[in-house]
């Protein structure tokens, strides 16, 4: 099975109203192991970028090891682009074969973002690829964007607005979660999930999911949210693995032991998040839409 579009993951979720685990890799180990879970579940599965990651990889470099670890990947998966303010930086991942970009233009007046989105949109379309849009900026700061500052959340007849003139393919609407670990339980307002899919049925994407509850995550995925990011969760996985081996065998000095318990770490939490959203076992709904 081979990179697909998006949509060819997100359609037939949003449809069947499971959840993609989107999950934001950092380098090739949590790459190779949050397609391992994917494969052993026989799940869909999305792959992430931050902006930050693909500076420090390199988008070519990226891209090259991508093709290379997903050139016999047995279910379907798809290739995106987190949080991007930077027009530039779009361009650069859609050239290179990004499936799926997120234009963050959340910090721009609503006009300005819809007129950025627009052309976002029609330069991924020249690529196949979808665009995931945004209109407020999620709390808390990932990988370098956003701010701890709660910002505007609009009337959802805006971003139904949003939706409309831009021809995005996915949103992300504010509902009350945050990026980072919570410090305070999260006021959550997951029927704007509803409201805007009512008016508006495109995919709906979670962002800031670390620390809900599997009842927060289903009932969210219920209403729409097809697309569940998963960011902190792996870097919380990648950091504390490394910590357990290190602290557990204070002298040994055997990296590929090390690793193996990393990428084992990372692969549990991915496999945990794939359970709980519904998308295990759903990789051949996938083919059969795309066949
Ligand atoms: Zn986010």
Redesign the pocket.
Same mark, same amino acid.
């Given at each position: 099975m081979p990179v697909v579009p998006m949509r060819e993951i997100l359609d037939p979720a949003f449809a069947d109203r499971y959840g993609v685990a989107a999950i934001n890799v950092v380098d090739d180990l949590t790459l190779e192991a949050v397609l391992a879970a994917a494969a052993d579940l026989d799940a869909p599965l999305i792959v992430q970028t931050s902006l930050k990651t693909v500076k420090s990889m390199g988008a070519r470099q990226f891209m090259a090891i991508w093709r290379a670890r997903t050139d016999e990947v047995p279910v379907p998966v798809t290739l995106h682009l987190? @949080?991007c303010p930077d027009r530039e930086w779009i361009s650069i991942c859609l050239r290179e074969g990004w499936n799926s970009v997120?234009f963050d233009g959340s910090e721009l007046d609503v006009a300005e973002n819809t007129r950025q989105t627009i052309e976002v949109v029609a330069e991924a379309a020249s690529y196949g690829a979808q665009v995931e849009g945004e209109i407020e900026s !999620?709390v808390g700061v990932?990988d370098g964007i /956003?701010s701890e500052e709660g910002g505007e959340v609009h009337p959802v007849e805006v971003s139904g607005e949003f939706i409309a003139a831009t021809g995005i393919y996915s949103f992300?609407p504010a509902i009350g979660t945050a990026?980072g670990l919570y410090k305070a339980e999260p006021k959550l307002t997951p029927e704007r999930v509803t409201e805007i899919v009512e008016r508006h049925p495109i995919p709906q !994407?979670l @962002? /800031?999911g670390t620390g809900l509850t599997e009842a927060q995550f289903t009932d969210l995925i219920a209403r729409g949210c097809a697309k569940v990011?998963i960011?902190t969760a792996l870097k919380i996985a990648f950091v504390d693995s490394h910590r357990e081996y290190l602290d557990a065998n204070p002298g040994k000095h055997d990296p590929p032991k090390l690793l193996a318990h990393v990428r084992e770490a990372v692969k549990t939490m991915a496999e945990s998040h794939i359970r709980i959203f519904g998308s295990a076992g759903r990789a051949s709904a996938t083919r059969s839409t795309t066949a």
């Open positions: 987190d @949080h997120l !999620v990932e /956003g992300a990026h !994407v @962002h /800031g990011n960011s």
